[in-house]
């Protein structure tokens, strides 16, 4: 269990996590969602005391990280992914990092096989790809066979199968009983990973909801309907009671799940349709609505504020 009560750095004038308390428990995957510089990678290295608090602390299974004896066999954690300049071989990289930290020799091979990089074991860090960077990170976070893990953008430059991989191991993690704590920058990639949710933006607490709920609360159903009759089409739907906002390009779309209703109306008062289609509301779109205000730099102007979606943006691309 990773416990943060009233966590916040500043950087001079820079608040970069902001009164952060939440607790992320075991069993599940716990997903660390918000846009670029929103504060996860500092929350996960004060975590790990490599950053001190401003304020605050972080407890780890109730104790402080420097309390802890042999680090490594309490929590392993995958950082930001760095190039490798290593002049060592994989195996020996783990294997100086299991001796200084008190860990079985035979450790290094069955973390290297759960990895998949057996085959390159004797070779040197320094020509692996991202890929397999991110796989020795994640071989380094399981040496110690730690009850919590802790991975810090893991899916960043990996192709599909390694992002398939790591999302199996993870859940497999979890399954076993471990607490996993996972940042990322996506929605599409949390929802499907995690079953806890925390939400930051410009280093505040957002969400704090299991994805479910998240999901059910968000996800708002609707139909979209186009009809060249239009006019009729909307008084049709305000005589039944029916709510249905235009959209642009002449869409109407009408809230919940009511497409035959729309349909059968439709067809009783001699209507043509040229589109009737149930939609889903993106998840996307719901966390770009909940971060939207704290994204931090626009590129419009104050005068004339862009839709959410063009913030988020923004703000995304920021490194
Ligand atoms: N060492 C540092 N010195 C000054 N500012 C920093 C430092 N590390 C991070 N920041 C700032 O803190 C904010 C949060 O950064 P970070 O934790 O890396 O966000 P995230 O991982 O969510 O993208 C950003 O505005 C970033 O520029
Ligand atoms: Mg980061």
Redesign the pocket.
């Known amino acids: 269990m990773i416990e943060l009560e009233g966590l916040t750095?500043r950087?001079?004038e820079?608040v970069?996590?902001n009164n952060l308390s939440f607790t992320v428990r075991p069993g599940i995957v716990t997903g660390f969602l918000?846009?670029?510089?929103?504060?996860?990678?500092?929350?996960m290295?004060m975590i790990l005391g490599l950053d001190h608090p401003t304020a605050g602390s972080v407890r780890i299974d109730g104790k402080h990280y420097h309390q802890l004896k042999e680090p490594l066999t309490y929590i392993g954690a995958l950082l930001?992914a760095k190039a490798w300049h290593g002049g060592r071989t994989a195996y020996n990289h783990l294997l100086c990092l299991a001796q200084s930290n008190g860990i079985a020799r035979s450790r290094v091979r069955e973390v290297l096989e759960t990895v998949g990089l057996t085959a390159v074991a004797r070779k040197k860090t320094k020509g692996f790809s991202m890929g397999m960077g991110q796989r020795l990170g994640i071989a380094a976070a399981l040496l110690g066979d730690p009850r919590i893990l802790m991975f810090?953008?893991p899916v960043n430059g990996l192709d599909p199968e390694g992002i398939h991989w790591i999302r199996t191991l993870m859940k497999s993690l979890a399954a076993q009983g471990r607490t996993v704590f996972v940042?990322s920058?996506l929605m599409s990639e949390m929802a499907l990973t995690a079953e806890h949710l925390v939400v930051?933006g410009q280093?505040r607490l957002l969400a704090d909801t299991s994805m479910a709920d998240f999901i059910a609360r968000n996800s708002r159903s609707y139909v979209r309907v186009r009809s060249p009759q239009r006019e009729r089409m909307l008084d049709v739907l305000h005589q039944a009671g029916i709510v249905a906002v235009e959209s642009g390009d002449g869409v109407l779309e009408v809230d919940g799940g009511k497409a035959e209703l729309v349909g059968e109306l439709a067809a009783r008062h001699g209507l043509t349709l040229h589109e009737l289609s149930p939609q889903q509301a993106s998840l996307e779109e719901a966390f770009m609505q909940l971060t939207a205000e704290s994204v931090?730099y626009h590129a419009h102007s104050e005068t004339s504020p862009p839709p959410p979606q063009q913030q988020w943006g923004d703000g995304w691309k920021r490194g």
């Open positions: 750095k950087y001079g820079k970069a996590v918000g846009p670029n510089g929103a504060g996860k990678s500092t929350t290295r930001e810090d953008e940042s920058h930051i280093g931090e």
